[in-house]
């Protein structure tokens, strides 16, 4: 009996935990959905009569990702003077829906709220700048029970584009770019050394973690020092190397903003590739970022192989 009762008891919280109370009705077309259609439309164009109909005189719109406590949002004016901004320096503004997204309008019978949700993204470029706004936007519109009036948004959206967009609008460096530095001076060694066959000497400055990219790979795809060892002993079987020249000059950037380097060098390889004796020019772009041992970590190749298979 004992077993019975602890049975039923726990059948009866699966119930009780299972029980449900509807709380209105949700719809995928709905004229509250149209309406804040009308208003996404009316604010990439700055077309102020309608935003004006549309928005409650106490509308109010709210960041929902502050966390500013006192923050009683922007009013009607604030959001029209807004539109105004956005029309006039964000080329090719839209407000698209975010598929397979759709905006959902919820009839709430608690209150008698009607509310539409939506999932969108916002694109375009600053004019000014170039910063480019390519960012989700999720808003829940509070609308009047007839569908006729906004009455307030709460926004998702990502706010640092504000950040790069107000940040560019001014020069400001990063850092300083040198001539003549010894993290030149071991690109030099390295790619002479390849030259002259003395890769010992080439890989002794790299250091053991080193990462190795190739634009010809495909995107993603690096290569570990020892993967890149064995690439390179492929590479000397089938061509020989007659000369490295540089081109122009190296250049060596250390930036202020994420504490890193690189040396940018430019080379021309002159190569005989073996199984015909054909010549062949290759114009190659390096980048080589350096540890705090001065070994390199991290070096990416630019070049067409194209013009190794030709």
Known sequence: MKKILILFFFCSAILSGQKK???????????????????????????TVTLNAILDDNF???????????????????????????????????????KPAYPDAIEYKQGNQLWVQSWDKINGFH?????????????????TSNAKKILWIG????????REIWSSEKDRKN???????KNI???????????????????????????????????????????????????????????IDMRGYPDYLDYDWGDSNAVLSWWTFRLKRKKDGKNIILPVHIQDSFNDEGKINRRSLYYSSKLLEN
């Open 60 to 98: 109010k719109i709210k960041n929902s990702l502050s966390l500013n406590k006192g923050d009683k949002g922007s009013t009607k004016s604030d959001l029209i003077n807004n539109s105004i901004y956005w029309n006039a320096n964000i080329k090719h503004l839209s407000i698209t829906q975010a």
């Open 21 to 47: 109370t509807k709380n209105g009705n949700v719809y995928s077309d709905h004229p509250g959905i149209e309406l804040v259609n009308k208003f996404n439309k009316a604010f990439v164009e700055a077309d």
């Open 175 to 181: 850092g300083e770019i040198y001539v003549n530095h």
């Open 155 to 162: 926004e998702y959206f990502e706010r640092n584009i504000f």
């Open 127 to 143: 004019k000014s700048t170039g910063v480019k706004m390519d960012a989700p936007l999720h808003r829940l519109y509070r609308l």
């Open 185 to 243: 001076n071991t690109v030099r060694k390295v790619m002479y050394s390849f030259e002259f066959g003395d890769y010992e000497e080439g890989y002794s400055h790299f250091a053991q973690n080193a990462v190795i990219s190739d634009i010809n790979y495909p995107l993603g795809i690096t290569e570990t020092l020892e993967q890149a060892i064995e690439t390179d002993k492929n590479f000397i079987k089938a061509y020989e190397i007659e000369s």
